[in-house]
Structures are given as C-alpha cells and as structure tokens.
C-alpha cells in the first residue's frame, strides 16, 4: 500500500475538521480528500498493470533455459541410450529415460509464470 492510501481514522479526521471548520470549508476539504483517493486508486493500478506487463527476471530467460535443458538433456541421452542398449540393461536405460524427463518436466514447472 502506498502513502497515499485512505484509511478510517483518515475520513474521522476529515468528518471531525468538517465539524470543527463548518459548511464554509466542505468544499476544500471534500477535494482534499478525493485527490488523496485518486492518488491511492492510480498507484494501486500502476502496480498492478506494472507487476502484469514487466516479467520478472527469470520468467523472461524461462525459454532460453528450458531450450538449452533439453538440448543438454539429448546430447546426454545419446550415449546413455547407447552404453546402456548395448549391454542389454534395459531398466536402467528406462530409468535413466524417465530422470530426464522428469528434470525436464520439473524445469518447465518452475519456469512458468505465476498469477
């Protein structure tokens, strides 16, 4: 919350200087008042629109790095593939597939953008 943020002891204060001051100052303090609220509604959706359109740091870099995963993920998969089909080791071949798919998976999770 800004600075400028309205708060109830901040329209008691307003209601108790109406009293104190009369009718002869609603106007100006009536306007005093709105500007404050303006102000507090304009920063609220600056930050929002601000937190909408600007992607933080590693929501922007999210494609490049899940690019450069998977082509690591392949060029280590080859010749895993390779060693572990030739010795017939076919549940450590399966094994070693799905801990790279699971990084890969687990990498583009957390590179999602969060709202």
Not at 10 to 38: K, Q, W
């Amino acid at each position: 919350m800004g600075e400028h943020d309205p708060r109830r002891e901040d329209v008691e204060a307003l209601l108790e200087t109406r009293r104190e001051l009369g009718p002869a100052y609603d106007d100006a303090l009536i306007d005093s008042f709105a500007e404050r609220l303006e102000r507090a509604v304009a920063e609220r959706v600056d930050h929002q629109v601000q937190r909408r359109t600007v992607p933080s740091r590693p929501d922007a870099s999210a494609g490049a790095r899940q690019l450069a995963l998977a082509i690591i993920s392949m060029v280590a998969c080859i010749p895993i593939s390779i060693a572990l089909g030739l010795n017939d080791a076919l549940v450590p071949l399966l094994v070693t597939l799905a801990a790279i798919v699971a990084i890969n998976v687990a990498h583009a999770l957390q590179s999602r953008p969060r709202d």
